[in-house]
């Protein structure tokens, strides 16, 4: 299986040092290298991340181009246009992102999407995790990712970390 990785996601499973849960579940994972410059200068100047190191396991490539129709007008970042454009020019099997124009970006081109919460509920339904509850709250207090109490109940449940909603 190939996908191809956003900033966010990958930004965040260092930041909670479960980078490796990527290749467990994926195998090869792909970053186009304005992702990896966006996260080594998020490493270099937001004190949530200062530190963390890009995975050496995760393969750099440059899109041959950008896709012209996620261009003008677009509300995605330069990171989310290279690697929705890597995506289809790899045929990979998914991008991973977790922003909401990204991933409805995504799905207009016929690509699969995941965002971070997704990997780390398939990684718990593997057992690659023994909860994400505290994953949950890590990302919470420490890179201040927002979830949604609705969406955190559903993770939670789907998780079997949560009794059922009456």
């Known amino acids: 299986m190939i996908v191809v990785t956003d900033t966010s996601v990958i930004l965040n499973l260092c930041l909670l040092r479960q980078e490796s849960l990527l290749v467990s579940l994926f195998g090869t994972v792909l970053a ?5 410059a966006e996260f080594q200068r998020l490493a270099a100047v937001d004190p949530r991340f200062q530190g963390l190191v ?56 016929g690509l699969k999407s995941m965002g971070l919460l997704g990997i780390l509920l398939q990684a718990r ?3 690659m995790i ?16 927002w979830i949604a109490p ?14 059922a909603a009456p």
């Open 125 to 127: 339904q593997k057992a």
């Open 130 to 145: 023994p909860a994400v509850a505290p994953l949950l709250d890590r990302l919470h207090a420490e890179a201040r990712f």
């Open 54 to 109: 890009f995975p050496s396991f995760i393969q750099k490539a440059a899109p041959a181009g950008l896709l012209t129709n996620l261009l003008n007008p677009s509300r995605l970042h330069g990171g989310e246009i290279a690697a929705l454009s890597l995506a289809v020019e790899r045929g990979a099997d998914a991008v991973l992102m977790d922003e909401r124009a990204g991933r409805a970006a995504a799905a207009a081109l």
């Open 32 to 36: 186009p290298t304005q992702v990896v």
């Open 150 to 163: 609705t969406l955190r109940q559903a993770i939670l449940q789907a998780a079997n970390e949560a009794p």
